[in-house]
């Protein structure tokens, strides 16, 4: 218990200047193909070209963080949200309140198939708000961040449960009341883009991607520790 101005004071009095040199700017990662089925790269390199740069990322796609981190750059404050605690479904209800917050900066979300579900009534909240959120669903109907979380865990392979295919997306939002539209080819990527951020309406699309060279929040074992023991 105690005075939170008189220990933010005493913190900032006791902390001393460092010396940090300027780190080394990110090498630019190879130009993905054009490849169909669409790949997780290729969306977030084109996602990255359109971005206004006061752009909001507010993303749950935990198996394909690795690719969103590689081509997303985004350099002001406030333009990244993501989570460290692994809890699922805070990614639609989170860009919803960033855009209320942030009224004159765009929010983007980008949000797996599977992680949509835990709170898919959001985009309910997006259109009754106006909040113009463009909502990228990324669907491989496969539930990709457990699959990995049983290949670190050694849970082996015989999880029910973990494909989630023939749920259409688009007619679930266009059933909140939003627009929403699917992209199968790359060619048709960018367009929808485009007019989903000339637009001042919620939006959804949903991308349909490749299946597999998926890791959990873009790790492996070598970063995660193969139990919890």
Known sequence: MGNIRIAAEYLRSHIKT??????????????????????TGYLFHVLNQLLPPDAVIAEECPSSKGDLDKYIRLDQPGSFY?????????????????QMAHPQRRVICPVGDGSAQYSIQALWTAVQQKTPVIFILIRNSDYSALRGF???TNVGPNVPGLEIPGIDAVKIAQGYGMRA??????????????????????????????????????????????DYG
Request: some cysteine; aromatic content about 4%.
């Open 181 to 226: 539209l699917e992209v199968d080819r790359p060619e048709d990527l960018e367009p929808a883009l485009k007019q989903a951020l000339a637009s001042q309406e919620p939006i959804l699309i949903s991308v349909n991607v490749q299946k597999g060279g998926q890791r959990t929040f873009g790790m492996d074992r070598s970063v995660n520790r193969p």
């Open 150 to 152: 049983c290949d670190f």
């Open 18 to 39: 460092s010396q940090r040199e300027t780190p080394p700017a990110r090498p630019k990662p190879p130009e993905p193909k054009a490849e169909h089925p669409i790949t």
């Open 82 to 98: 993501s989570v460290r605690s692994g809890i699922l479904g805070f990614g639609l209800p989170l860009a919803v309140g960033l």
